[in-house]
């Protein structure tokens, strides 16, 4: 009864109800980036290809940046997004893309986890601390691990897409592609639009 009174004073003072559902759906309440508002800035120690060292987002400017937030190494939906990801890179870095795994664990237990799985050819990055998660709107704070979420940094730096997915359904590698493909066309993209379809006219806003 107290979140249902919740939800009706929310509407009453025209307060949007969308966290509310996403608590309800998913246990994810925090508020997301604005869109278009700059990515923030990180330095983290990482793993690609079996080599540790350290890793910024500035590093990428130019580029399209895929920040794939995961809940932990060695769990048991997450290997199966990151070797979807995996697979998917050079279709991803065709579109001059490229993929950044985040979450909680040490670089150690990444590299053994990228090992176990038969390497990885995409930074895994540590963010121990949670600061990065935390910064952009997606630590668990009742478990301190990220969420899984996907946002997309563009070639300037700005948040372009995000999404988080609930704990128990792994992303889809061929949905970030789509919207990869839809925001590189910088025009307006309709529902199921696919890459080779027609886009609508450019001189429309929304």
Not at 119 to 136: E, I, M, Q, T
Not at 138 to 157: F, K
Not at 181 to 200: E, I, K, S, V, Y
Request: hydrophobic share 45%; with cysteine; glycine share 8%.
């Amino acid at each position: 009864m107290a979140a249902l009174a919740g939800v009706a004073a929310a509407c009453k003072s025209g307060i949007a109800v969308t966290a509310f559902r996403r608590r309800a759906a998913t246990g994810y309440t925090r508020p997301m980036l604005d869109l278009n508002a700059p990515a923030p800035p990180f330095t983290l120690d990482g793993t690609s290809a079996g080599v540790v060292r350290r890793f910024s987002l500035a590093d990428f400017r130019g580029k399209w940046v895929v920040l794939f937030f995961y809940p932990a190494d060695f769990t048991f939906v997450c290997p199966t997004e990151v070797v979807g990801f995996n697979r998917r890179l050079p279709e991803l870095e065709a579109l001059d893309a490229a993929v950044l795994g985040i979450s909680v664990d040490d670089v150690e237990t990444h590299r053994a986890w990228a090992a176990e799985l038969g390497g990885v050819a995409f930074p895994l990055l540590s963010d121990k601390s949670g600061d990065v998660c935390r910064a952009y709107g997606v630590l668990n704070d009742a478990e301190q691990r990220a969420w899984r979420a996907t946002v997309v940094v563009s070639p300037a730096g700005k948040v372009a897409y995000q999404v988080v997915s609930p704990m128990n359904v792994g992303r889809s590698v061929e949905e970030t592609l789509r919207v990869l493909h839809a925001l590189a066309t910088g025009r307006l993209c309709p529902a199921d639009w696919q890459p080779g379809q027609p886009t609508l006219d450019p001189d429309l806003r929304y």
